[in-house]
């Protein structure tokens, strides 16, 4: 139902933006989140935003990365500048109403040095 976008290889400094798009009904009332993967560890909460734009991040990435949605096309973003090797991992969005949570199926970051 989510359908994530965007990955790819850059290189360390640079830029990217993720895309999620959701259906309609799930997007108007959900809060939107990107968690992220590495092989061999959990995946780990990157960054949320609320239906009224609150949004809160991991340490790891503030004051460099960016959440934000857009409701008129139904999809939240993540802008990611001064990556860095580490960013490296499968980036999933999801979105959490009530007592449900509903998962995109993830797409690759690489960051190289």
């Known amino acids: 139902q989510l359908q994530a976008s965007g990955g790819g290889l850059v290189q360390s400094g640079g830029s990217l933006r993720l895309s999620c798009a959701a259906p309609?009904?799930?997007?108007?009332?959900?809060?939107m989140g990107w968690y992220r993967q590495v092989p061999g560890k959990e995946r780990e909460l990157v960054a949320t935003?609320?239906?009224?734009?609150?949004?809160d991040y991991a340490d790891f990435v503030k004051g460099r990365f960016t959440i934000s949605r857009d409701s008129a096309k139904n999809t939240v973003y993540l802008q990611m500048n001064s990556l860095k090797p580490e960013d490296t991992a499968v980036y999933y969005c999801?979105?959490?109403?009530?007592?449900?949570?509903?998962w995109g199926q993830g797409t690759q970051l690489t960051v190289s040095s």
């Open positions: 999801n979105a959490v109403r009530s007592s449900r949570t509903s």
């Open positions: 309609g009904i799930i997007f108007r009332i959900s809060t």
């Open positions: 935003i609320t239906t009224g734009g609150s949004t």
